[in-house]
């Protein structure tokens, strides 16, 4: 099977004012195959922060390796990791991350815009996106003169933009209501009927049960490993 | 390339326009740094012109020699009589003995009373030569000048400043009437244009009013005056003999002025064992005032440049603030797969849109130099008449020149304040840890 991404034997220390080493992954080695829906699920301080972050090439393993795509990430610098993002990745935020001064669509067009691609193409690309989500209408709207519901969609929009390899979504539904809380799940299940692999951080019991499988964290190490048939 | 540089500046101007307030108070103080720059260099430039305008009347081509009065232990003759200063002999040999000189203009000046029926006024009569006309840029307003003829028979004729002109003859024409100095009177032949004072220039020539002078006939200030001039004053009378007050020559070419200005000093050295004259030379006045006003403009330069200082350091601050209040949105683009690069470029966009437009409204302020320093001037003399009359002339008189390359400097300094004040905040903003940023609320 075809990898999106997967790490291997991965830790990583922070070492805090006064000399504290603070390990919060204490070497997990996980596979994402392609079209894999995964929820990450843990207490807070268990690491499922610090997973998501490395995953999403925010931050650099102490040790270990992070293959996306095919490709080792880990010993990338600041810069290259930008561009792995801008490239391969979508993120999805709980509380959504529009940026306040853009329009819709300015905000879907980010990730072209870093990729240094804002071509007609590029446009044209950002109005399939917002048309895919049900936000044709509200292209040049701007963040606040949308609905929770709607700005998460937007989002999604912008984390689709690039056709990235992995979406990584941090508690999607964590600032709506239980019904467009829904919608927004319904969504990411038909991307990922679409072939999307999704990597979710979530602590909802209800929302992790969407994915195919779950995975439960404590204390910087996998705690089990279940498909998603037996939580129900 | 070229777009995305576009699209860059087009965002960078909509986060601006988000706080319209916060960006037109950055504005302003380059606004105030640009327009000072010009408006202080186009005064300096205003008072260096007029000094040199002053200079150049003076003539470059010519060479000013004076009689001035030694230290009196140090005199020619004895008794009360001190003679001192040019002789008709040094004149002579001037002319005798210069190859380059083109014309020597001989002048002699007396402060005299001059009377016309019950109006007296103070006047300098000067007794000159025909050429007195042309080398002081002087006009008439009426008649005519003295001519060779006048001197050659040593006639009993005037010409008259437009001040003198305007005591003595309030409501009449001057020409025709006769001037009366001491027990003699002069028929007015012309008058004189009004001319402006010039200021002081150097030690040897003081300000010089042309609007009060009489002007007589050189040979006829001989014959009616003499050389001698006699003071009494506390009881003692005092007495001066000098032959003449100024000898003005002119050489053909600007290269030879300063080899005929040392064969003057040489020549004077040898009759004069008492330095009772100076020798002026316009060309290095004008080279001095040149120098001195490229001093001036430094300064005001430095003065206004620190006023673009206090405008980039207000830039700073609000940038900071601008980048701490967008740590998230900086979070997010760097997750979005913004470079340290881009996220420098993005608010160092942004400062330099700041300054630059301060700039540019400062580069149109600074055209309106003229009509603001004039338009001021008028109010100041309506509502203080006295404080602008108490001001020195070439103050009441400034015409501000705006010197292109103000403009240019100006507003190049102002992008550069922009760059060199953007850079710290925006390479701040570049180095967050974006994980961090993304936290922050």
Avoid at chain 2, 352 to 375: E, K, N
Wanted: charged share 20%; aromatic share 6%; hydrophobic share 45%.
């Amino acid at each position: 099977m075809k990898m999106a991404a997967r790490i291997i034997d991965v830790h990583k220390d922070y070492i805090l004012k006064g000399g504290i080493v603070v390990r919060a992954l204490r070497g997990i080695s996980i596979d994402f195959p392609e079209g894999d829906f995964v929820a990450i699920m843990g207490t807070s301080g268990s690491g499922k922060s610090t997973l998501l972050n490395l995953l999403g090439c925010l931050d650099r393993a102490t040790k270990g390796e992070y293959h996306l795509g095919g490709e080792d990430v880990s010993k990338l610098n600041d810069n290259e990791l930008s561009e792995i993002r801008s490239r391969y990745l979508g993120f999805v935020f709980q509380s959504y991350n529009l940026i306040a001064q853009l329009t819709v669509v300015e905000n879907i067009e980010l990730p072209l815009y870093y990729q240094g691609n804002i071509s007609r193409d590029a446009r044209e690309r950002c109005l399939e996106m917002a048309s895919m989500v049900g936000l044709s209408d509200r292209l040049d709207h701007r963040p606040y003169q949308l609905s929770g519901g709607q700005q998460q969609r937007v989002a999604i929009a912008r984390a689709l933009v690039n056709n990235p390899h992995v979406i990584l979504a941090d508690e999607p539904t964590g600032n709506l209501d239980s019904a467009t809380g829904e919608e927004i799940m319904q969504v990411l299940e038909a991307l990922n009927a679409a072939g999307k692999t999704i990597i979710m951080v979530t602590h909802e019991a209800d929302v992790a049960a969407r994915a195919h499988r779950t995975v439960r964290m404590r204390d910087g190490m996998l705690e089990t490993h279940t498909p998603t048939g037996a939580l129900n | 390339m070229s777009s995305r540089f576009w699209q860059t500046l087009r965002l960078g101007l909509k986060s601006l326009l988000l706080h319209k307030l916060r960006s037109g108070l950055a504005i302003l103080g380059i606004f105030i740094g640009v327009t000072a720059v010009i408006w202080l260099v186009a005064m300096g430039e205003g008072v260096s012109y007029q000094a040199q305008q002053q200079i150049k009347d003076l003539g470059a081509n010519n060479i000013i020699v004076r009689s001035i009065k030694p230290p009196s232990d140090a005199t020619r003759g004895g008794g009360f009589f001190m003679a001192y200063g040019l002789l008709r002999d040094d004149y002579d040999r001037m002319v005798a003995n210069i190859p380059t000189l083109l014309q020597a203009v001989p002048m002699r000046e007396i402060r005299k009373e001059a009377r016309y029926l019950d109006k007296v006024t103070d006047v300098r009569l000067v007794g000159c030569t025909a050429k007195y006309l042309e080398i002081n840029n002087l006009r008439m307003s009426r008649g005519r000048f003295l001519s060779d003829k006048d001197l050659e028979r040593a006639d009993n004729v005037a010409v008259i400043g437009d001040a003198a002109a305007k005591v003595l003859f309030p409501y009449e024409n001057p020409i025709g009437r006769f001037l009366q100095v001491e027990k003699e009177f002069y028929v007015i032949v012309g008058q004189t244009e009004d001319k402006t004072p010039s200021g002081g220039i150097g030690g040897s020539l003081a300000a010089q009013d042309y609007n009060l002078d009489v002007y007589i006939p050189l040979s006829t200030l001989r014959w009616r005056i003499g050389d001698m001039v006699a003071t009494s004053r506390a009881g003692s009378r005092e007495g001066e003999v000098v032959q003449l007050s100024q000898i003005t020559v002119t050489v053909h070419e600007l290269a030879e002025v300063d080899a005929t200005a040392d064969i003057i000093k040489t020549l004077l050295q040898k009759f004069h064992p008492v330095v009772d004259y100076a020798v002026t030379v316009p060309k290095e006045l004008l080279q001095q005032a040149q120098v001195l006003q490229m001093m001036f403009n430094l300064l005001l330069v430095l003065i206004a440049g620190i006023a673009l200082l206090v405008g980039g350091i207000g830039i700073m601050n609000i940038m900071l603030a601008t980048v701490t209040e967008r740590t998230r949105e900086i979070g997010i683009r760097r997750a979005l797969g913004a470079k340290q690069r881009d996220i420098v470029s993005q608010f160092l966009t942004e400062t330099v849109v700041l300054s630059a437009t301060g700039g540019l409204l400062g580069v149109f302020f600074g055209f309106l130099c003229h009509p603001a320093i004039v338009g001021t001037r008028a109010v100041m003399r309506q509502l203080f008449p006295d404080v602008i009359a108490s001001l020195p002339s070439n103050i009441q008189q400034l015409e501000p020149r705006i010197a292109p390359w103000s403009i240019i400097a100006a507003f190049l300094i102002s992008v550069g304040v922009g760059v060199v004040f953007g850079l710290y905040p925006a390479q701040r903003a570049a180095k967050m840890d974006p994980i961090e940023a993304l936290r922050h609320e």
